[in-house]
């Protein structure tokens, strides 16, 4: 089955570590993206990439990095910079990088601070 | 203010209701709109996209849009205890790569 398969389901992160969320895609698209979602907010994009090689930066990138080194993989690092990491984060992908509407999510990764 | 306004709700209403859930926005440069259903702790799918004003209907479904009021609004018909969810509205300015998401209604529809 297509689709876009998100690890690990729940993440521990103490202080002063970073983390990497897994996100793999089997769906052959092109366009990726990282969102956050806090409880009563709606999804705040981190980054997101239209090609291999390539990434931008979304509304709220500080303390987060990205690589795009295969079109099926974008993983998600959370760094030590980033102070308040605890929320859910979900990862997207559409097929069109131009028009980014349809997206197909993963069943996200919930990050929590010990 | 926020670019897209949505009532987070709790909403609870019981089985077999009509349900109206809605968005208003500020940027009369939003031209697609989209509605998304999201279970709990997991991700949001796709339910509903239109791109101009007037009515489109799913099922059971019906997206409405009304550009001059800056006002969109979902619909559901015979709801039934499998379409409590969190419902986000979402839209985007065409040329633009941002979707801007509300803040998602959490909807419980009761046996």
């Known amino acids: 089955d297509g689709g876009i398969t998100q690890s690990p389901k729940y993440l521990f992160r103490k202080e002063g570590q970073n983390v990497t969320l897994s996100c793999e895609q089997n769906?052959?698209?092109?366009?990726m993206y990282w969102y956050r979602q806090d409880p009563g907010q709606g999804l705040r994009l981190i980054y997101y990439s239209q090609i291999v090689n390539d990434f931008q930066k979304g509304d709220i990138a500080e303390g987060y990095s990205v690589s795009r080194e295969k079109k099926e993989s974008f993983p998600l690092t959370v760094t030590s910079a980033q102070k308040n990491p605890t929320a859910f984060y979900l990862c997207?992908?559409?097929?069109?990088?131009?028009?980014?509407?349809?997206?197909?999510f993963g069943s996200g990764t919930q990050l929590s601070v010990l | 203010q926020k670019e897209v306004e949505q009532d987070p709700g709790p909403l609870s209403v019981p089985e077999g209701a009509i349900v109206s859930l809605n968005c208003t926005y500020s940027n009369s440069a939003f031209q697609y709109f989209m509605w998304y259903r999201q279970y709990s702790r997991k991700g949001p799918e796709l339910l509903m996209y239109t791109y101009s004003s007037g009515n489109k209907e799913d099922g059971r479904f019906t997206a409405q849009v009304d550009k001059s009021s800056k006002y969109i609004s979902l619909f559901i018909r015979d709801s039934q205890p499998s379409d409590s969810a969190t419902y986000l509205c979402a839209m985007r300015i065409q040329g633009a790569q941002k979707l801007v998401f509300g803040q998602g209604t959490r909807l419980t529809i009761n046996p």
């Open positions: 769906l052959n698209h092109d366009a």
């Open positions: 997207a992908s559409s097929f069109d990088r131009a028009t980014n509407e349809k997206l197909f």
